[in-house]
Every structure is written in structure tokens, then in C-alpha cells.
């Protein structure tokens, strides 16, 4: 299934105590259940302002959907082309 990386503009994310993450949190997988098994979220960081967000999805307007019911911004989506480690410098 396709990867994918959100890129969410949420000003003020950075500074959220660990009671107002997990509600973001829990809203996500409601939404996700919501929708079935074709969404899965992966992992997200957090950075100041921005969260990116890792899923799996079949196409990108999947992904659209599930920020449209969750009420999160999803202002960068992009597709995962390849992986890349500190492997792919071995020979």
C-alpha cells in the first residue's frame, strides 16, 4: 500500500501537554476506525508548529478524507517514493 507524509500546520502543537495530545490522538483513530482498514497511521512527529504524519492509504484523497472528518489541516501531502537509510551507502 502507498506511503504517504502529512505535513500539518498546527501553530502552538510544540508546546500541547500530553492530555490535549492524546485527544488529537484519539479523534485520529476514532476516524480511522470510522474508515475502516484501508487508513492505518504509522507515527507522527511533532515539531513547534507542524506535525508530520506517516500513513498508509491507497491514494492520496483517502488521506484527505480522513483529515476532512477529523477537522486536522493537512497542507503538504506527498507521497513516499523510496526509503533510504544509512544502508544505502553501503555498496
Request: charged share 30%; aromatic share 6%; hydrophobic share 35%.
Amino acid at each position: 500500500m502507498p506511503k504517504f507524509v502529512i505535513e500539518r500546520d498546527i501553530p502552538g502543537l510544540g508546546n500541547l501537554d500530553d492530555a490535549q495530545i492524546r485527544e488529537i490522538s484519539q479523534k485520529s483513530v476514532n476516524v480511522l476506525r470510522e474508515m475502516g482498514p484501508e487508513i492505518q497511521w504509522l507515527q507522527s512527529y511533532v515539531t513547534g508548529d507542524k506535525l508530520y504524519c506517516v500513513y498508509l492509504a491507497p491514494d492520496e484523497d483517502t488521506v484527505r478524507e480522513h483529515a476532512r472528518r477529523g477537522g486536522f489541516p493537512a497542507n503538504r501531502i506527498c507521497a513516499v517514493r523510496r526509503m533510504i537509510d544509512p544502508t544505502s551507502a553501503e555498496a
